[in-house]
Every structure is written in structure tokens, then in C-alpha cells.
């Protein structure tokens, strides 16, 4: 397993501004991942974050709006860079220790943008 | 990209009763988890089971591979077992581990 802490747990901005969201995990992790999920909906995955490169985003999603970095195998974060309020969402750092392996989650960021 | 589908997508139980969620996906996995999301968000981890079947208490769950389908059995439902259950997956090709989950199926179980 893999114990995850993710901060702040929640958070309400305004409109125009950014939050960071820090992913920390207990051990080395090969990958992590970063997860929106907004009001009432599923998961959707925004990027595989990559130690030392640049993180890999999902169609729909782009840096310049959701910049990430992973200086080493245990920490990482997502910005949400010039919000409105449509960004309002569950934001989840996940983790795996390899393909094929059970993925861990953080406890979530509940982001409201007013 | 695979495609996970959840049925039912809501469900209300009386305290006690048993049920089955189930979850079909589109093409061959290596990956597949079920989880529950409580009221406050969090993912709980319940079964990582890309095949066979595997028990936990009041829940267990089976995945048959070669059909493509997953069920998750809730026996005896408690109040706390309230909350969105998903189905995630993982699949076979190069790039394609990441998983991706499908619609969920919200429960809801009244004393």
C-alpha cells in the first residue's frame, strides 16, 4: 500500500487566481497521477506526472492551465492556474508502483471557485 | 481508449439487503479496482481484481476476463456502505496503464 497526503483538503478561491496542490507519498512511487473530478461526475484523468520531464496531459487538458512538477519519486504537484469557476472540482493525486498494480489515492482537494 | 460502463447507476437498499453492482468494460485488461467514494470524497480501495474473485468481509467481488465484466456483492448493506462505488480499468496496450474509471454506481441505504 501507500500512504498518500494531499494538501490543502479543500479551498475556495477567486476567480482569476491559481492554487497549488501538493501530492506527498510515505515511499518511492514509479508513477502518479493527477485526477479531476467534477460536481456529480466520474473521474477523469489530467496528466501522468514525470519525474524530472515534463508530465504527460490527457486530451483537454494543458500545461499552461494545469502546470505540474515531480522533482523526485515521492512528491508532486498541480497548479490550477487562472481559475473560474467552471475548475470547481475534486482534484486526486494517484498513485502506482508499477503497471499492472493496485493505484492508491490521495484524500482529494475540494477546489470551489466563486 | 477502453470504454467501462456501470449499471445500475443509482441504487437504494433497505439496511440488510444484499446486491450486485456490475461492471463491463470494452477490451482486454490487465488492470481493473474497485472503489468506494464516501460523502467527503475520499477512494477507498476494495478489491484489485483484474481476474478471479475475492472476498472482503461483507463484499467480494468476481471479474471474468474473457467477458469482460466485473460484479461487486454487498451482503447484509449497512448504512456506511452509503456512497459512490466505481469501477476502474486498466489496459493491455503499451501507454495504456493509466486507469480509467467508469460512471459509478451510487448507493444508498436506508435503515
Known amino acids: 500500500s501507500a500512504v498518500i497526503s494531499q494538501k490543502p483538503s479543500r479551498d475556495i478561491c477567486q476567480r482569476g487566481t491559481s492554487l497549488t496542490i501538493q501530492c506527498q507519498v510515505d515511499s518511492q512511487v514509479t508513477m502518479m497521477f493527477w485526477y479531476r473530478q467534477q460536481p456529480g461526475q466520474s473521474l477523469t484523468l489530467i496528466a501522468t506526472?514525470?519525474?524530472?520531464?515534463?508530465?504527460?496531459?490527457e486530451s483537454g487538458f494543458v500545461i499552461d492551465k494545469f502546470p505540474i512538477s515531480r522533482p523526485n519519486l515521492t512528491f508532486s504537484t498541480l497548479t490550477v492556474s487562472n481559475m473560474s469557476p467552471e475548475d470547481s472540482s475534486i482534484y486526486l493525486c494517484?498513485?502506482?508502483?508499477?503497471?499492472?498494480?493496485?493505484?492508491?489515492f490521495g484524500q482529494g482537494t475540494r477546489l470551489t471557485v466563486v | 481508449g477502453i470504454q467501462v460502463e456501470q449499471s445500475p447507476p443509482d441504487l437504494i437498499l433497505q439496511e440488510g439487503a444484499n446486491s450486485t453492482l456490475r461492471c463491463n468494460f470494452s477490451?482486454?485488461?490487465?488492470?481493473l479496482q474497485w472503489f468506494h467514494q464516501n460523502p467527503w470524497g475520499q477512494l477507498i480501495n476494495l478489491f484489485y481484481i483484474p481476474s478471479g474473485t475475492k472476498q472482503n468481509g461483507r463484499l467480494s467481488a468476481t471479474t471474468v476476463a474473457t467477458e469482460r465484466y466485473s460484479l461487486l456483492y454487498i451482503s447484509s448493506s449497512q448504512t456506511t456502505d452509503s456512497g459512490v462505488y466505481f469501477c476502474?480499468?486498466?489496459?493491455?496496450?503499451?501507454?495504456?496503464?493509466?486507469?480509467?474509471f467508469g460512471k459509478g454506481t451510487k448507493l444508498s441505504v436506508i435503515p
Open positions: 476502474a480499468v486498466g489496459g493491455k496496450g503499451a501507454g495504456s496503464y493509466q486507469l480509467t
Open positions: 477490451d482486454s485488461v490487465n488492470n
Open positions: 494517484s498513485v502506482q508502483r508499477g503497471r499492472d498494480t493496485e493505484a492508491f
Open positions: 506526472a514525470n519525474q524530472g520531464s515534463e508530465a504527460t496531459y
